[in-house]
């Protein structure tokens, strides 16, 4: 079993910035890669980042690519999403996921577990 807590969101104006933390507990972090994901209200589950289990491989969406980073600290059983110059656009609720192996994935199928979300609302 793994468990995820997000936290971090709140609301925020455009052009703010904020990072959203991810504690996990469970099975091994350091060899599972991390995940980030979001949902706005009536869309599907978006692929946002995601990062090795060593940390060295990153990838993003197109849409954020720029603005988002996403980064981990194995010994403390974190990862981060460090989001610069919000927009209204990125408005969604923020989920965390673990991934049963160690290379970055960018599908909801390449993850089996999941935080329960932190909601991030931006103003314009």
């Known amino acids: 079993q793994v468990q995820l807590v997000e936290s971090g969101g709140g609301l925020v104006q455009a052009g703010d910035s904020l990072r959203l933390s991810c504690a996990a507990s469970?099975?091994?972090?350091?060899?599972?890669?991390m995940g980030w994901f979001r949902q706005s209200p009536g869309k599907e589950r978006e692929f946002v980042a995601t990062i090795s289990s060593n940390g060295r491989n990153t990838y993003y969406a197109d849409s954020v690519k720029g603005r988002f980073t996403i980064s981990r600290d194995n010994a403390k059983k974190t990862v981060w999403l460090q989001i610069a110059t919000l927009k209204p656009e990125d408005t969604a609720v923020y989920y965390c996921a673990a991934s049963p192996g160690p290379l970055i994935a960018t599908m909801t199928g390449g993850y089996d577990y999941w935080g329960q979300g932190t909601q991030v609302t931006v103003s314009s």
């Open positions: 469970g099975r091994t972090f350091s060899s599972n890669a």
